[in-house]
Every structure is written in structure tokens, then in C-alpha cells.
């Protein structure tokens, strides 16, 4: 099982980045995906999530109308596009995979956000 995350990097806030996760080794379309991230010294938290075959979605307030969590099961890969960044958006950024026994993570890319 992998997950790997890219597309993580240093922006300017108010710019773009769009993160992309590749899932192997389990049954993607079948699990729920979800972003997390996580900042120095805080928990991890949820960003943003959708389900498998409804399409449901959930954000964190903190994101909601900024972030759109998506989804190409052809590909085997999730997306968060993250617009209007703020340097508080600044963490590490996991992806997660939910099935009905097993979660898996992924490694993490790390988004960088100057003021």
C-alpha cells in the first residue's frame, strides 16, 4: 500500500498550490479520502474529505470556500486545490485513505505559506 502525496512548496500568500495524492495497493474507489495537515506544535487536523461513491465532501471552516477536495478513481488519486492561501494554512499535509478496516497515510508534503 503507498500514498504519496506531491505538489507541496513555498507560496506567497494569496497564491495557489494544488496537492495530488497516488494511491496504490488497495482498492481506491472503495475508500474514503481525506487531507490532513498538520503545523508545528498543533495536532493534526482535517482538512477536507469526500467519500467514495456519493461524492459527499466536508472542509474544516477554516478552508471552506478556499479548498475543494476531488477525486479521479480512474487514477487512483485525490486533489486538494487550495486557493486564496493564508500563512496560517502553513503545515505538513497528509493524505488519508478510510476503508472499512484500514486506514492508511501517506508521507506528508510540506506547504509553505509567506506573508
Known amino acids: 500500500v503507498q500514498l504519496v502525496e506531491s505538489g507541496g512548496g513555498l507560496v506567497q500568500a494569496g497564491g495557489s498550490l494544488r496537492l495530488s495524492c497516488a494511491a496504490s495497493?488497495?482498492?481506491?474507489?472503495?475508500?474514503?479520502m481525506s487531507w490532513y495537515r498538520q503545523a508545528p506544535g498543533k495536532e493534526r487536523e482535517l482538512v477536507a474529505g469526500?467519500?467514495?461513491?456519493?461524492?459527499?465532501?466536508n472542509y474544516a471552516d477554516s478552508v471552506k470556500g478556499r479548498f475543494t477536495i476531488s477525486r479521479d478513481n480512474a487514477k487512483n488519486t485525490v486533489y486538494l486545490q487550495m486557493n486564496s492561501l493564508k500563512s496560517e494554512d502553513t503545515a505538513v499535509y497528509y493524505c488519508?485513505?478510510?476503508?472499512?478496516?484500514?486506514?492508511?497515510w501517506g508521507q506528508g508534503t510540506q506547504v509553505t505559506v509567506s506573508s
Open positions: 488519508r485513505a478510510l476503508g472499512s478496516r484500514n486506514v492508511y
Open positions: 495497493g488497495f482498492s481506491f474507489s472503495t475508500y474514503v
Open positions: 469526500r467519500t467514495s461513491t456519493s461524492g459527499r465532501t
